[in-house]
Nanobody, 126 residues
Framework: QVQLVESGGDLVQAGGSLRLSCAAS????????MGWFRQAPGKEREIVAR????????DYADSVKGRFTISRDNAKNTASLQMNSLKPEDTAVYYC???????????????????WGQGTQVTVSS
């Protein structure tokens, strides 16, 4: 069992920055692919970024490439999302997810993740 707790969401002006953190419980954190997803009102949950267990492989949605950076610290059981040059369209609830090693489904799809945090609200004003 893995428990995830997100933090760092806030109200920020367009062009600003935020850093989201995801704290995980458990002793096998380094084996999980971690993903950051977001869900805006009336929309489906979508992938923002993902990072392999070792941290050596990262991938981003086209909409955030060059602005967001995903990272992880396996010694501290944390995953982070640095968000720069925020836009109003980035407004959403952001969730971190943990993908079980060898799990079914795609790591770019929410169904590929077994564990989720409660989410943290990011609001970007224009």
């Amino acid at each position: 069992q893995v428990q995830l707790v997100e933090s760092g969401g806030d109200l920020v002006q367009a062009g600003g920055s935020l850093r989201l953190s995801c704290a995980a419980s458990g002793r096998t954190f380094s084996t999980y692919t971690m993903g950051w997803f977001r869900q805006a009102p009336g929309k489906e949950r979508e992938i923002v970024a993902r990072i392999s267990g070792s941290g050596g492989i990262t991938d981003y949605a086209d909409s955030v490439k060059g602005r967001f950076t995903i990272s992880r610290d396996n010694a501290k059981n944390t995953a982070s999302l640095q968000m720069n040059s925020l836009k109003p369209e980035d407004t959403a609830v952001y969730y971190c997810g943990a993908r079980f090693p060898g799990g079914s489904g795609s790591s770019s799809n929410p169904t590929g993740y077994k564990y989720w945090g409660q989410g943290t609200q990011v609001t970007v004003s224009s």
